[in-house]
């Protein structure tokens, strides 16, 4: 698809499947590629249109300083709504993952004539930032090891493919994976700034964005049929989070996948896109 204008900005995005089925929409995470090629092809071949796209400041999508971004968290999630009208005019399904799902949470909230069904991956009901006393917080051990690396050259770009391996060991995910998926995300970074890197590799522009007001409060609005899928062993989100989203959420399906961490593993796959479908 190449770009996509929705609410005012260029939107990085791809689809998979037939334009008259069903629209499922994936929101990056920071990039479309957080969503493996194989679970689009899944859902695709399970009878919905799936369209992955990248978040302003990654991908293809507009670009302005992800240190200093002029948008919101609602911005994003009327990105999200605006994309979804542009591309169906039914309801769609729309999901996200990691940071994304906090995207996914306040498009579904906001945008309720737009989204007919939610898929949460990977995430918590509250904002980048001090975490709720009853939500389990990033694992202390595993966040001291992520952060104590020297930054890589960003403009070198196997440098930062093995620095992303080096992360996703330390999480708990296939490095191998990990750094496939980080070189052809800094082949589709549009500009060589090392902010751009940072924007599209680790979501940097998640700890600017203004995120208010808290969005936990309105979860029981949701009249909508959700899914959460939460890896067993995400020590970034612990599974705790996962839990309490599907507590929260009226009639809300809980997956955990219990040999998983932050990513998707290929072994999981297949679950994950069948539980989607049956939304």
Same mark, same amino acid.
């Given at each position: 698809?190449? @770009?996509?204008?929705?609410?005012?900005?260029?939107?990085?995005?791809?689809?998979?499947?037939?334009?008259?089925?069903?629209?499922?929409? /994936?929101?990056?995470? $920071?990039?479309?590629?957080?969503?493996?090629?194989? /679970?689009?092809?899944?859902?695709?071949?399970?009878?919905?249109?799936?369209?992955?796209?990248?978040?302003?400041?990654?991908?293809?999508? $507009?670009?302005?300083?992800?240190?200093?971004?002029?948008?919101?968290?609602?911005?994003?999630?009327?990105?999200?709504?605006?994309? +979804?009208?542009? &591309?169906?005019?039914?309801?769609?399904?729309?999901?996200?993952? =990691?940071?994304?799902?906090?995207?996914?949470?306040?498009? +579904?909230?906001?945008?309720?004539?737009?989204? =007919? +069904?939610?898929?949460?991956? =990977?995430?918590?009901?509250?904002?980048?930032?001090?975490?709720?006393?009853?939500?389990?917080?990033?694992?202390?051990? $595993?966040?001291?090891?992520? &952060?104590?690396?020297?930054?890589?050259?960003?403009?070198?770009?196997?440098?930062?493919?093995?620095?992303?391996?080096?992360?996703?060991?330390?999480?708990?995910?296939?490095?191998?994976?990990?750094?496939?998926?980080?070189?052809?995300?800094?082949?589709?970074?549009?500009?060589?700034?090392?902010?751009?890197? /940072?924007?599209?590799?680790?979501?940097?522009?998640?700890?600017?964005?203004?995120? $208010?007001?808290?969005?936990?409060?309105?979860?029981?609005?949701?009249?909508?049929?959700?899914?959460?899928?939460?890896?067993?062993?995400?020590?970034?989100?612990?599974?705790?989070?996962?839990?309490?989203?599907?507590?929260?959420?009226?009639?809300?399906?809980?997956?955990?996948?219990?040999?998983?961490? @932050?990513?998707?593993?290929?072994?999981?796959?297949?679950?994950?896109?069948?539980?989607?479908?049956?939304?």
């Amino acid at each position: 698809m190449g @770009t996509v204008e929705a609410n005012g900005v260029e939107l990085g995005a791809e689809s998979f499947g037939s334009k008259s089925d069903p629209l499922v929409l /994936l929101i990056g995470g $920071t990039t479309m590629l957080a969503w493996p090629d194989a /679970l689009c092809q899944a859902l695709a071949a399970g009878g919905r249109r799936v369209v992955r796209y990248d978040l302003r400041d990654c991908g293809e999508s $507009t670009a302005g300083n992800p240190m200093k971004p002029d948008y919101n968290l609602r911005d994003l999630a009327s990105d999200a709504a605006a994309l +979804a009208r542009l &591309l169906d005019n039914r309801p769609a399904h729309v999901a996200g993952i =990691g940071v994304s799902g906090m995207i996914a949470q306040i498009a +579904a909230l906001d945008h309720p004539k737009s989204f =007919g +069904a939610l898929t949460l991956i =990977g995430t918590r009901p509250v904002a980048p930032g001090p975490v709720d006393k009853d939500l389990p917080d990033h694992d202390q051990a $595993t966040m001291g090891k992520l &952060l104590s690396r020297p930054m890589p050259d960003w403009a070198d770009r196997a440098a930062v493919a093995q620095f992303s391996a080096e992360g996703s060991q330390i999480l708990g995910n296939d490095p191998e994976v990990a750094m496939d998926l980080a070189s052809r995300i800094w082949d589709r970074t549009a500009s060589a700034e090392p902010e751009a890197h /940072l924007a599209n590799q680790i979501g940097i522009v998640f700890s600017k964005l203004d995120c $208010t007001p808290r969005w936990r409060e309105r979860l029981s609005e949701l009249d909508i049929p959700t899914l959460v899928v939460h890896g067993a062993k995400d020590p970034f989100f612990p599974v705790g989070n996962g839990i309490v989203l599907a507590e929260e959420i009226p009639n809300a399906s809980l997956l955990v996948l219990e040999n998983a961490s @932050t990513a998707i593993p290929s072994s999981a796959i297949s679950e994950v896109a069948s539980s989607m479908l049956l939304l």
